[in-house]
């Protein structure tokens, strides 16, 4: 079956500095891979996407690239902020399903000041 | 732009009770998930309909039963309820563009979430 394995956090970072989240997953056929954030007390939001191999996606500093060949879809932010403190979700949909969200376990990233 | 509406967004039942949780889905999506989060956790599937129609289903108990109405709203009915029912509920809609091509559906968006508290 589908599967996402991400590192575990928490990953605690000062202001400016570089964040690796890394993810790999296990699917059939072709997936799209997703990166959602979780602020403290709130609901999902898409931070980016990816529907096929080698894409990029990418929204507010944030990058990940579809590595179909290492099937990765690390997260990497250049220079992180105090805001950029929640727990990061890396998902895939399989395109054989219905759409639903394989989740990882979720990394939490704080940013101290 | 209209998002994903839940509600109630706090529920507090006793063991046993029953619960209802609601979603309406953003205008002109005609696909409704149904997530469960637990403490630490990362969202697990429950179920998804697409045209009123049950598409998928994951690790739901069979306590729970969910429906999509004409509208396009959708009800998460959950009975016998049990301490480790407590959980926050997502509902994500999303709109479907078929599977010719491999283009399934479009990115889920997903609604504040409902957070159960089972006593």
């Known amino acids: 079956g589908n599967s996402v394995t991400q590192m575990e956090g928490p990953v605690t970072l000062s202001e400016e500095a570089f964040l690796t989240i890394n993810c790999t997953y296990t699917?059939?056929?072709?997936?799209?891979l997703f990166w959602y954030v979780q602020y403290p007390g709130e609901g999902l939001q898409l931070l980016l996407k990816?529907?096929?191999?080698?894409d990029k996606g990418s929204n507010k500093g944030f990058e990940a690239t579809y590595r179909k060949e290492t099937t990765s879809f690390h997260l990497e932010k250049g220079s992180v902020q105090v805001s950029d403190s929640a727990v990061y979700f890396c998902?895939?949909?399989?395109?054989?399903?219905?759409?639903?969200?394989?989740f990882g376990a979720g990394t939490q990233v704080v940013v101290t000041p | 732009a209209a998002g994903v509406i839940q509600s109630p967004r706090h529920l507090i039942k006793e063991k046993r009770e029953t619960a209802t949780l609601k979603c309406y889905p953003i205008?002109?999506?005609?696909?409704v998930y149904w997530y469960q989060q637990g403490p630490g956790q990362d969202p697990q599937f429950l179920i998804s309909?697409?045209?009123?129609?049950?598409?998928d289903k994951g690790s739901i108990p069979d306590r729970f039963s969910a429906q999509q109405f004409s509208d396009y709203h959708s009800e998460l009915n959950m009975s016998s309820l049990e301490l480790g029912d407590s959980a926050l509920y997502f509902c994500?809609?999303?709109?479907?563009?078929?599977?010719?091509?491999?283009?399934?559906?479009?990115?889920?968006?997903f609604g504040p979430g409902t957070r159960l508290t089972v006593l």
């Open positions: 699917a059939t056929g072709y997936p799209s």
């Open positions: 990816a529907t096929k191999a080698d």
């Open positions: 998902a895939l949909s399989s395109t054989d399903s219905w759409g639903k969200l394989q």
């Open positions: 994500a809609s999303s709109f479907y563009l078929g599977l010719a091509g491999g283009q399934g559906v479009d990115e889920q968006f």
């Open positions: 205008p002109r999506h005609d696909t």
């Open positions: 309909f697409y045209e009123k129609m049950q598409s």
